[in-house]
């Protein structure tokens, strides 16, 4: 997806990229619980910011946003509770237990230092990307 | 698993989580934790903003929002900066809100069905490109 960013975007281009990742360094176990913690899509498979630079985008900013990730979290799980009647009755008991149980993993994630969110600011250099498909006819 | 099946795995889960938390109720709660029922993921409306001034865009720019789900962040970051915007994602259930919300900014709009790892667009059309908490 990276590199496809990278080609449509024109020379000089910005890309803002955020990603639930795992932070640089994990042992094996603790990427595994991660990935039990995490969203189903977390990313494990290298710094967000690495990446962007392999595909030929040049990383401007990179922000930690984990705090906001908790924050929203945590507001999540309180006004799922506060709302739990109605979340039951039009979504089902299953879909509310899943939500809040995925929240609340989530914080628990966070708080083991196993999850992050990182916002990445990336512009397209003005070179040949590396690797780059070639697109549809201009 | 090959990529073909990753792919479709992948989409069938966010069609899923589409399919689910579309009542009023569930709206509120969007609403009330990320500052906008529209909002999916963890991106909240200030932040939305601030990635809006990250990315420099205004009139006459064009957006690529990437995974935008029910139409986020693009559909914010537009209506603040006036640039053009071309949302993608996957899930039809999803792309079906985020027509209604990407026609709220005074820029040009657009919704793509497309994977985000074969865009169907030609290189170097878009000033700027944005996508959260989605990677593939």
Redesign the interface.
Known sequence: MLRECARVLRPGGLLAAVAIECPPGLSAADAELAAVLGPADVHADGALVEMAATVGLEPLHVVDWTHGLRAVAERTITALEGASEAIRLTEGDAVYEEELSKKARMVEGIDRGVLVRTLVIARRGRGALPGARRGLAS | MSERAKGQA?SE?YAYKYA??S????K??RA???GSAVANG???VA?ADR?AG???LGPGMRL?D?GSGRGWPGARIAERTGCDLVSTDLPLLALRDARVEVVRSEGAAAVVCAD?????????????????????
Request: with cysteine; aromatic share 6%; net charge negative.
């Open positions: 992948t889960s689910r938390l009542s009023d109720a569930a509120e709660v009330a934790v990320l963890y991106t909240t932040q990635l990250l990315l420099r690529l990437l985000g790892r074969l865009l169907p667009f030609r290189d170097a059309c878009f000033d700027a490109a944005s996508h959260a908490d989605v990677l593939c």
